[in-house]
């Protein structure tokens, strides 16, 4: 005869997905905290992003139909080396001091980890993009519906960045030519994002609808945020033991 199922059994699943919580919500506090500690270094890829482009238009010159052309693709560029430019030290400092390893401790913190990483990676990163993109849009003397495909893009396509920059981070966890590795591992993954975002600006400014770019975007969005963290998750687990 099979025995009753015990009361704590039931709660089980609902306790651990408040730790699961909890562990998210501590990690993504935790990281920007650290952040505000380290002001220079968080402003860094904004930083970036805006000189970037703000050269271009020296390099290729002033002329203001070509500016607008080549603008959706160089801030879509931009975008992904800022990104790029901190993620390699997503999980690099946590693992040196120890502290990544005690954050992988519970059985369930390794998927609310990734997702706590990726998630303070893209509101340092990803999202004062966003906020900045505008300006550029004035630089480039780009129309009013063009700078708003390019933000709803953004707006889709950076999270896509920063899980994509945790999922390299994790998988060159450790080595010591992670960096180029880390280039080479998510830059293919990382066109189709460009692809997408910069044709949904074009579309717009040929007068027609960007929806299929932006579905496609969006598409991508719930592919990344669905599979990235179960396999930063494994890279981080294999990396620390």
Do not use: Y
């Not at 992904?80 to 040196?96: E, N, R, Y």
């Amino acid at each position: 005869m099979t025995p009753p199922a015990s009361p704590l059994s039931a709660l089980a699943p609902a306790a651990q997905e408040v730790s699961a919580r909890a562990v998210f919500t501590a990690v993504l506090l935790r990281d920007l905290k650290l952040a505000s500690r380290r002001r220079v270094d968080a402003l860094l890829p904004l930083a970036f992003f805006m000189v970037a482009i703000s050269l271009f238009p020296l390099g290729v010159g002033p002329e203001p139909g070509m500016l607008r052309n080549i603008a959706p693709g160089i801030v879509w560029v931009c975008a992904l080396l800022a990104s790029m430019l901190s993620v390699g030290s997503l999980f690099a400092a946590d693992h040196a001091d120890g502290s990544l390893e005690q954050m992988l401790l519970a059985p369930t913190s390794a998927l609310a980890v990734a997702a706590a990483k990726c998630g303070a990676h893209w509101l340092l990163t990803g999202l004062p993009l966003i906020v900045a993109t505008p300006l550029v849009g004035l630089l480039f003397g780009m129309s009013a519906d063009a700078v708003l495909a390019l933000l709803a893009g953004l707006a889709l396509g950076t999270p896509i960045l920063s899980l994509l920059g945790g999922l390299g981070a994790a998988l060159t966890l450790g080595l010591r030519s992670g960096g180029m590795l880390l280039i080479l591992i998510v830059l293919p993954l990382a066109i189709p994002a460009l692809i997408f975002g910069a044709g949904a600006v074009g579309m717009v400014e040929a007068g027609m609808s960007a929806r299929g770019h932006f579905s496609l975007l969006a598409a991508l969005l719930i592919t990344t945020a669905v599979g990235a963290p179960m396999a930063i998750a494994a890279a981080l687990r294999i990396s620390t033991e």
